[in-house]
């Protein structure tokens, strides 16, 4: 079900200052920013590897990535794992019994489809389901 980890979610303030950090700091290269309305977030990402780290900047005081930041600070808000056939893998988590934030696939960043994961499901880790 699960392939590799796509990508670690860390939800930042700013994103511009953020990403200089992983520039010219880290010496990583932005690969691609995007807005994505429906989650009222922008996003960077940054490949290291196979996988990526997603900076989330909020487009909405009330959106959930400010929401994050006001409850938690600044940091790791999910990590993604990557399914082949994400329908699949929500069936099959729906017949163990785990709880799910996402019933059906949306829309994500980069043209993924992804899902989550309820945190109570997984002793607080926000887990997202990611088909590429």
Do not use: W
């Not at 990403?19 to 990402?45: H, N, P, S």
């Not at 940091?75 to 785990?98: C, M, P, T």
């Amino acid at each position: 079900m699960i392939t590799q980890i796509d990508h670690i979610g860390i939800a930042v303030k700013d994103l511009e200052e953020t990403m200089k950090f992983y520039t010219e700091c880290l010496g990583l290269k932005v690969t691609d920013i995007e807005t994505v309305e429906e989650q009222k977030v922008r996003t960077a990402f940054i490949p290291i590897g196979e996988g990526e780290i997603e900076l989330l900047e909020s487009t909405d005081p009330d959106g959930p990535i400010a929401k994050h930041i006001e409850k938690r600070g600044e940091g790791i808000q999910h990590i993604a794992l990557r399914v082949e056939n994400i329908e699949k893998a929500l069936e099959e988590l729906k017949q163990k019994g785990v709880r799910l934030i996402d019933q059906k696939p949306r829309k994500g960043a980069g043209g993924a489809r992804i899902a989550f994961i309820h945190p109570k499901a997984t002793k607080g880790v926000l887990l997202e389901l990611c088909e590429r």
